[in-house]
């Protein structure tokens, strides 16, 4: 039998979950199971919560448009969230939510909009950010929603930053022609220590936030290679990179 269950819609709830719960369904959802999707009674949904893992449920239709899931048991124990924090600096909107989704998929458990110099925009929908990392969830089979958090400048969040945590530091200048082995020498996989990075902004960290950055123990920073990336691909280039060499994808 597959470890996971594709075939089944995903749903996040607010409420409870045990077996035997009865789950009214706002009306977008039961739009969507009952008029998108066309499931009928009795089928099969998963829902999760955040906090009491995932359990199956079946489709209830109590009225032409209305509907509710009846819970019936848990096909997974709830996991903490990774121990990841991803800092970036805002970028517009259909890139942010571009960001959030991916960084959601990628593990991170933690993630903090941060203002620097050359941020393209710092009114930031924070909810927004949440909806795209729930969608995010629901999607990849995610069990425990990342903390999502209001935007601070630089110095702030670098402050915020346990001291124990190593800061992997996007920097297109930094002299590392091989960034594993640069992570390798920054930690131990055997026993990485937990783990945040930063990305910065299209126009690049100004020589004062590099040199707070590097100023800040238990950092190290990190050329991606030959190429300018965007803040968006750099994104997910750098978490994949630092989830292989000292996260949870060894």
């Not at 789950?23 to 955040?50: E, H, I, K, S, T």
């Not at 121990?83 to 259909?94: G, W």
């Not at 020498?185 to 937990?194: I, K, L, M, T």
């Amino acid at each position: 039998m597959p470890a996971y269950d594709f075939k089944a819609p995903r749903l996040h709830v607010a409420a409870d979950l045990g077996a035997g719960t009865v789950l009214p369904l706002d009306r977008a959802q039961a739009n969507y199971l009952l008029n998108v999707l066309r499931r009928g009674p009795d089928d099969p949904v998963l829902v999760f919560n955040g906090r009491d893992g995932e359990w199956r449920a079946g489709l209830v239709q109590t009225g032409r448009k209305a509907a509710a899931l009846r819970v019936v048991g848990q096909t997974r124990p709830q996991t903490r969230a990774p121990d990841l924090h991803y800092l970036f600096a805002p970028l517009k909107t259909a890139r942010l939510d571009y960001l959030a989704q991916k960084a959601v998929e990628m593990g991170a458990g933690v993630i903090r909009p941060v203002i620097t110099r050359y941020t393209q925009g710092e009114r930031i929908n924070v909810e927004r950010l949440r909806a795209n990392a729930l969608e995010a969830a629901e999607q990849c089979g995610v069990l425990a929603l990342p903390a999502i958090s209001e935007p601070v400048r630089l110095a702030a969040a670098l402050a915020d930053l346990a001291s124990d945590r190593l800061l992997v530091f996007c920097d297109e200048d930094a002299p590392v022609a091989d960034p594993v082995r640069a992570l390798r020498a920054a930690a131990d996989p055997a026993a990485a220590p937990p783990l945040a990075v930063l990305v910065g902004p299209e126009g690049g960290f100004s020589e004062e936030e590099r040199g707070l950055i590097r100023a800040r123990a238990n950092t190290v920073a990190l050329s991606l290679g030959p190429r300018i990336l965007r803040a968006d691909t750099a994104a997910v280039a750098v978490l994949a990179l630092v989830q292989a060499v000292l996260g949870d994808g060894r």
